[in-house]
């Protein structure tokens, strides 16, 4: 009899938890991407550039990856990723790899100094990704963007990935 109540009672408790929301689930990253990289293969300002990011989701991440903010570095001037959406392509980086569009949407903050991509279909766990922009270098300078990963999934907590890099050489080509 006394064991039947408390069963009862936890029941009850554990009842009140999961409908009032506050054993609501969160999705995370069990291992988190930690592999990203930038490729610019035209280093001098002003050329038309083809910049790619990679990242590779870890196999035993515990979730997809839906999205990526790039949170641009104090700079004078701010990148250019063009104003087309990217062109997505999985597998390993190649400097002539081309990607298919509508898998990927970019969008910019109204400051310029953050941009987000959102892929759909999320990338699974064990792929890399590689986003491919087209615009023009901007002034000599290095650039840097903080990164941040956010997985598929209810109230999802976002992890932080390493710094990406860039360096951008004047043209002395005075002719």
Do not use: C, K
């Amino acid at each position: 009899m006394a064991m039947t109540r408390l069963s009862f009672a936890l029941f009850s408790g554990l009842s009140a938890l999961i409908f009032s929301g506050m054993a609501s689930a969160q999705t995370f990253f069990r291992s988190p991407p930690t592999e990203a990289s930038i490729h610019n293969p035209s280093a001098t300002e002003g050329q038309r550039n083809r910049t790619t990011i990679s990242i590779h989701v870890p196999a035993n991440a515990g979730a997809e990856l839906e999205r990526v903010v790039l949170s641009q570095q104090t700079n004078l001037d701010q990148w250019t990723w063009g104003r087309r959406n990217p062109m997505v392509y999985l597998g390993d980086y190649g400097l002539r790899r081309r990607g298919e569009p509508g898998l990927a949407e970019a969008t910019i903050s109204e400051s310029g100094d953050e941009l987000s991509i959102r892929f759909n279909p999320a990338i699974e766990p064990g792929q890399q990704v590689n986003i491919v922009f087209r615009s023009f270098n901007p002034d000599a300078d290095i650039y840097q963007w903080s990164t941040t990963f956010i997985p598929e999934g209810n109230d999802p907590i976002a992890s932080d990935g390493p710094t990406l890099r860039v360096s951008i050489y004047r043209n002395n080509d005075y002719r």
